[in-house]
Structures are given as C-alpha cells and as structure tokens.
C-alpha cells in the first residue's frame, strides 16, 4: 500500500508522517511510504514491525531548529525493521539548528534496542548549513540507545556540514552499546566538513563529549569499505578521522571491532597546507578508548594530506589512545602527501598495544612505512615488505617499547639516508631490539590475502614470540594460542593439521 504526495508535482515533505502515537500498536507490512516530513515516527512502547516496505523521498527541513529522521524516527519502544529499504530521504537543519541528525533513520534516547535485519539504507543525507552547527548519521544516528544491525547494507549516505563538524556518514554511534554483524555492509558513505571541520568517519562515528559510563559497541564480522572523510570545495582548515571508523575526541569506550573487512576507506584533506589527518582505516582521536580492534583485514586504506599532518594509512592511534589491535592482518596501506607518518600504523599514546598483528606492503611518502611508534608496545609481530621514502621502511621508532617481532624485508629511498638499517628499522630502533628475529617468515605466499599470509610449518616465525603481557589466547583463525612453547609472531598462530588420507601435513 502507498502512501503518497496527492500534490502534482510530487516533492519531498509534502506531507506529514505515518505516526505511531503513544499507546498504539500495528505493523507496516509491504507498505511504500514517499514524500512526507518523516515517513514513519514511532512513539508507542508496544513492538511495531516494519516489515517488506519502502520509505524514501521524505525530507525533514524546519525553517529553524533541528532536523531529525526524514525516513524513520523512533521515539520510544523496541521494534522490528525487517526486509525494508530507506533511501533518499534528507534531513537539514534550520535557522538556529545546532544538529542534523539521520537522513535516514534517527533513534531518540529513550528508545530500546530495536533490531534491523536484511535491510537497506541507502542515499540519505543530513546536512547543516548553519555557522558552526553539527551533523551526524547521514544513514543511521544512534545515541543513548542499542540496536542490533544485522545483514544491512548502508551505503552512499553522506553528511555535510558548512563550517560545524560532522560525525559518521554511514552511521552514528553516540554512548551506544550497538551490534553492528552478521554481514552488514557499511560502504561509500561520505562525511565532509566544507570549511573547518573536523570530519569523523566516513563510515561510522563512534563516541561522543562527556559519556557517563563507557558503552561498549561492537562491529564484527561485517564489511566497512570504500568511506570518506573529505574536505568540501573551501576547506581552509581541515581536521579528518578515521575514513572507515573514527573514535571521537576523549570518549571511553569498551569498543571491539573483529572480524570485519575494513579496506578502501580514505581520510583526505586535498585542499589547503594547515589540516591534520589520523586513519584512513581506522582514526581514533587524541583520549579515545577501545577495547580492541582484533582479527581484522584492513587493506587499501589511505590518508592524503596536501600539507600538514598525516597520521596512519590503516590505523592511527592518537595520543593518549587506550586499545589492543591484535591479530589484524594490515594490509597495503598508505599514508601519502603531506609530512606523513605510518603506512599501517601510527601509534604516540603508552597504552597503545600492538601485539600479533601482520603488517605488509604499506607504505609512506615521509616515515615509517610499516609501523610509525612514537609510544605504546610493538611485539610479536611481522612487518615485511613495506616502504617508507624518507625513514623507516618497516619500524621507525622514535619511543615505546618493542620486541619478539620481525621486521623484514622493507625498504626506503636509500638515496635520502643510506646508513640506516636497510630501511627496517629506524631512529632509536636502530639496532634492532635482541629479542627480535629477522628473517624471511616464510609465508604460504598463495590464495586469498589472509591465506598467503598464514605462516609455512618451518618458518621461523613459530614459537619466537612471546606469551608474556597483553597477548592474545587466540589468532586470527580463533586458533588457540600458544600452541608449542610460544606465541608465534604475526596474526597467524600454526596449528599443525593431520590429514591422513591422502598423508599430508598442512598448516593453518
Ligand atoms: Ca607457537
Ligand atoms: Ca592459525
């Protein structure tokens, strides 16, 4: 059943919403619902289902205040949104607005924890134009609230402000405990800040100022790709985090991000010589808090910056950053233009640590094509194969603690710096640190990335790390760690597996 604009022509907000008032129960079951304020409000404590439908072309844009949830905005209540696609729908804020919130779908605080599955959100927008005003949530804004995403597709929303900052052009996580799983695919969302910024995540945005207690949300088993966080056309200061995911500024989390593809994301200020960018994978803000981003592959990121900083091609932990990354698989990221620091991984704060993680072919016009440790703890872990064209091809190591890793194989522009180790380590890691081993690991060096990179059954990489501190009871695989007498060193924990018909040994 449709429910429409009787104004020919039709536009966007001709109309006002299916409201679900206080008390009321029903369902939306195959129901297309265009050009209104909202399509759907829901603001009944009794389980509303929106099953098979449709809800796009509304938009949300007062003539002042703020905007809100142009294509579902639910009040109160958990619910059930199911099979149902959200696209073009736009929220702007009006004169005196401080937020834009949702293009898509705005989740209110006192809401429960509504479960979206098999969904698609896509082509939404929340934008402000207003001096110095925010938006957030160009598909999903989440706050004080816990939904369950699984199976979604959030794709091609985006989130705009004109000099005020920008949070999430996917999705939106305030203080929120939400799942993000089951295969959502979060992917070619845009957050651009036109004049000042700062942007955070073109994917997702997780955290905000002041949060009482530290939710915990988790994003596993999905796919975050191909987000941006850009500037717009006039940037003259330009402040970016995190392409694929972004923490915000000072905000405690138990956050765990695993098993998730995050790959192609882009952090870029392109357009003046004074911004700052941290993560093209993955940014977290100077106070952030996770509990860990573990057994990810996080590949083909990059940060760009046309003058000042650039901070981590796959993850930058900034600052005082409390977070384990572990068993990720780091992949041919890039940190390039600009003064720029970290092809895989940037990491300054002391309880940043990097422990069991596989770090290849990254790399870096300025420093440390691999690792970029300014603090915090490297081990056991691989760093083969990168480049860096100033310094420090594999580690460049200018404080922290590292150790029981091998950094191999990497190189640097040998015309800048010729008496550095062979590019693999460089400034204070030079020599190398005695507990590490350096040589060739003997990868699989076949099939898709994360098998090629598993370690052969003699490489010398198995049992030379170490299982003291903060290290991992599992690897990537979920092998049990250690097996033999110690970690091995990367993501790939060996795990001998007999085959006897026909007899052969093959490692995992
Ligand atoms: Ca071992
Ligand atoms: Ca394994």
Redesign the pocket.
Known sequence: MPFTSQISPTACGDWGRLYFSPNSAGYLDGAIVEYGVHAVEINTTNRITIANSTLRHNCHKPAAGDAWGAGLAIHAGTHLVTNTIIHDNQVEAGIGGNWAQGGGVEIKPLAGPTVFENCEVYLNVAGNLQSGKDAAGGGLNVQWTDPILRNCEVYSNSVYAETGRVFGGGVYLGESSAVIEAGTRIHGNTATSAWYGPAYGGGVCIGEAGMPVSPRPVIRDSQVTSNTATTGPGSTLGIFYGGGIAFYDNSSTRAIVSGTLIAGNVALNNLNASGFVCGGGIGMASGASADRFAGNLIRDNSTGNSGGLVLGGGICLLSTNDVTATNNLILGNEAFMGPARGGGVYADGPRSYLVNNTIVNNSTIGEGGGVYLANGVLSNTLVVDNYAYLDGGGVYWAGGSAGYNDVWGNTFDSQIDPLEDVGNYAAGGSPRPATDVYTDPLFIGSGDPATRYHLRLNSPC??AGTSMGLVPGQDYDGDP????????IGFD??RVRRTYLPLALRSY
């Open positions: 198995i049992d760690r250690p097996r033999g007498s110690r970690h091995d924990e060996v």
